[in-house]
């Protein structure tokens, strides 16, 4: 099983990277919604390792879609933030997420 | 305006706290209420068609609970849902402050998430309890900063 408390620490560090100079003051709300992605990439991964899953390949996609867009929004929310940054620093966090279901989960 | 002025002006905006707004506030607790009474009641109906209440549940229950859960059945829940979130955007873009406008946009994420949930409803016709209750979870955290900001315009507070 994944070490998702340390994945969990990656993602913050991708989403932090990306929003240099803009982190201190984002950081509070991002880390909870990081938290959160985790808990339900955690999730989907248990999930897949029940058979049969209770999510569907499309599902699946779509959750994880949802997970971008929530941090996507909750950031472009911050004045100073524009939606591409956000974009981008919600991009860096899921994909640490994925490439740790990636080997759970073969559609990740 | 001469430039100058305008400067100022802005500036001064800048520094003060966006104005509460009780109607928006009002109508962003009901559009967070509306899509939590759906989704869990689309999630209830799948326990007892295919989750841990169908055992205690009757034929007759069973077959009025795929009913409920079937896309045509939620079609009104998804328009009304959407069209509140629309609502409650244009009301925050109408405020006229900086800050309102950003957290419009966090609005329009919430609005993409639940059409997502509308389109797979409608691809697939049901949608399994795990996946509702997912999404569910991550709207219920995209509404958390909106109602924080709330808060802090309530308490008089500029938001950080």
New interface residues.
Partial sequence: MTDWATVEKQAVDAAATVLTGAWD?VSK?AV??IE?MTK?AA??EA?YAEQPP???E??YQ??R???K??L???L????GIG?LAAEQAADAAWAVLEKALVASIPFA | MKPAFLLMALLALDGCAPAYDDVGDKLQVDTQKQIDAGLDRLSGDRQVTDGAARAKSTPGQIEAATTDASYAANIAFYASSLASLTALKSRMQALGDASSAKEAEAVAQIETNLTQVRDEHAKEGMLGAEYVALMKGTIDQQFIPLNQYELQLKAGKKPG
């Fill in positions: 003051r709300t909870t919604q959160a339900i999730r989907m999930d209770a999510l569907s499309s599902e779509s959750v879609s949802a997970q867009n929530a996507e929004g909750i472009s929310a911050y004045e939606i």
